[in-house]
């Protein structure tokens, strides 16, 4: 409670932003739509990507390695740089740090359009990724600061469901262009988003900014940058490409980085994050359940878009309109956790949602060889709906725990959970695919007589495997020709026989790489559904229940401690 006569709760007071009045901005609603259209691009940005992969490339003749790094290029210093960029956001301009995260980020994706080989695909992508960390935390931050604690809820429901569409809409966008255009196109689309989101953001997003004007802990910020990096880059190297020296100087980096983040934090008058926050029971189990269920996510999105190309033979439109059910079903989901949550509380919604998507990895466990589309729309389908259902009060508990001079940050956390969670779905179920792929591909071609060299490039990765078969299907045909044009009747007749040794020799590689890859993507979301359904256990645990009596009272401690801290 504010004494009257208190000099710091007044200056407090005084220096509250426009957005705080009694009367809420009156365009706020025409506002959220500019910051979910800037959420909308940079999520696309990622999973636009799995459609337009295969095309890059063949263009740009890739890597394995160096589609990895194309993919994660983006990630690494997107998932760094948020909290130190949500930090300066805050002190500066909210709506500043997000007009200028989407004009690197237009930059990015012009430069990516334009370049020629993996090296400058990684690069722009990068420097996309720093675009992205100054627009993330800016997003939720401006939608705290626009609406009032009555709305904001419902208003971070419609910011859940944007990132849920946005996670479907990516390959149908690329698929789309990839008909009739190459895979810079795909980069293109950013710009006209980025012109129309910059103007919205000059005309309807109000500015805003913390009230306070202390220094920030620039210190914590570029720890928290050395920690989270090396992490990621741990996450991204140990599992695709060995425990060497690399990740394991990754993983020294990112302990010690983190045991000084902390130290200096909790020693630090103000923190760039109070890391005391993590002991309260709501706010460290709502960023628990946006790790592992980006986690679950993204990981079953890798393998699955891989799955409908390659295996079921969808090209990359076919390939997004497949995935539009679990759009659709994230807005229903999203519809019901906005009806039920203030009822039931978030406790319950939380974890239904979890126990729905732990339902729709076990599903996807029991694909095969004989599995169509179909097996996968109920799959599909569920995981939308415990998306809708379980996110949003996630990131309102996490927005909700931080002051009104501290959203940016707040923001800032929620999507580094959000990122690091991805990242290790990416990378630990991607690598147990690969390796499971590559194990049953062995079995599956045990006895034949494909040579050494053939069998490796095979079991590369999925799309390897059908090179190698299409390879061999050329060769018999060149055989068959051959044949043909032979001298004598044997020599046709040997020719004919060896023609059809290779073409069934390629048919059967092609049914092994799609047998092997379907046995994988089952292993790999069972292992991904015992992930899930552990951390659904310690979620439940964690989140307080509805009747506790702390579903607001952790807001309203960091309102206390941001008039402590203006009175320091």
Not at 390 to 405: K, N, R, V, W
Not at 503 to 510: D, L, P, T
Request: charged share 10%; net charge negative.
């Amino acid at each position: 409670m504010i004494e009257e006569g208190d000099p710091a709760a007044m200056r407090l007071v005084m220096s509250e932003p426009v957005e705080k009045m009694d009367r809420p901005y009156a365009r706020r609603w025409w506002a959220l739509l500019v910051l979910c259209l800037s959420l909308l691009m940079i999520v696309m940005a990622n999973t636009a990507l799995t459609v337009a992969a295969p095309d890059m490339t063949q263009d740009l003749g890739l890597s394995s390695a160096d589609l990895q790094w194309v993919i994660d290029g983006y990630t690494v210093p997107y998932a760094a740089l948020m909290l130190l960029l949500g930090a300066i956001g805050d002190k500066y301009s909210r709506r500043g740090a997000l007009v200028l995260g989407l004009v690197v980020f237009g930059g990015g994706a012009v430069a990516g359009s334009l370049v020629d080989s993996g090296t400058g695909v990684i690069a722009a992508r990068a420097v996309m990724g720093v675009g992205a960390a100054l627009i993330m935390p800016a997003t939720l931050s401006l939608l705290a600061a626009t609406f009032p604690r009555a709305e904001r809820a419902k208003a971070i429901t419609l910011w859940t469901a944007t990132a849920g569409l946005a996670i479907a809409a990516g390959p149908l966008v690329a698929g789309a262009l990839l008909e009739n255009h190459g895979w810079a196109s795909t980069f293109l689309i950013n710009v006209p988003i980025v012109v129309l989101a910059i103007v919205g953001a000059f005309v309807l997003v109000p500015p805003s900014k913390a009230g306070h004007q202390d220094r920030i802990d620039y210190v914590g910020g570029l720890l928290s940058v050395v920690w989270i990096a090396a992490l990621v880059y741990m996450i991204i190297e140990g599992p695709h490409f060995g425990w060497g020296v690399k990740a394991i100087t990754a993983a020294v980096a990112a302990g010690l980085g983190l045991v000084l983040f902390v130290v200096w934090e909790l020693r630090h008058p103000r923190p760039v994050l109070d890391v005391r926050r993590f002991t309260q029971r709501r706010f460290a189990g709502s960023n628990l359940a946006v790790a592992l269920f980006f986690l679950a996510v993204f990981g079953a999105f890798y393998y699955l878009t891989q799955h409908l190309q390659f295996v079921l033979g969808y090209d990359a439109l076919d390939t997004g309109l497949r995935m539009l059910p679990l759009a659709g079903a994230v807005f229903v989901g999203s519809a019901l956790t906005g009806y039920l949550t203030p009822r039931i509380g978030m406790r319950i919604t939380v974890t239904a949602g979890m126990v729905g998507g732990t339902a729709a990895l076990a599903l996807l466990s029991q694909v095969d060889s004989g599995s169509s589309y179909g097996d996968f729309v109920a799959p599909l389908v569920i995981l939308g709906l415990a998306i809708g259902l379980a996110l949003s009060p996630c990131t309102d508990a996490i927005m909700g725990a931080f002051p009104e001079s501290q959203l940016g940050v707040g923001g800032a956390v929620n999507d580094t959970s959000l990122e690091l969670g991805g990242s290790l779905g990416i990378a630990v179920l991607g690598s147990l695919l690969s390796t499971s792929y590559a194990s049953h591909l062995t079995d599956a071609t045990a006895g034949s007589k494909l040579s050494a060299s053939a069998l490796e490039q095979a079991q590369d990765s999925v799309g390897a495997g059908y090179q190698v078969a299409q390879a061999i299907g050329e060769q018999a045909q060149q055989v068959a020709g051959r044949a043909a044009s032979a001298g004598t009747p044997e020599q046709a007749a040997e020719l004919k026989a060896q023609a059809t040794q290779l073409a069934q020799g390629a048919r059967q590689m092609a049914d092994a790489v799609g047998s092997s890859f379907a046995d994988a993507v089952a292993y790999t979301s069972l292992i991904g559904a015992v992930i899930l359904g552990v951390g659904t256990v310690l979620v439940a645990f964690l989140l307080p229940g509805k009747g506790s009596g702390s579903e607001g009272a952790e807001e309203e401690v960091a309102e206390g401690a941001e008039l402590v801290g203006a009175g320091r």
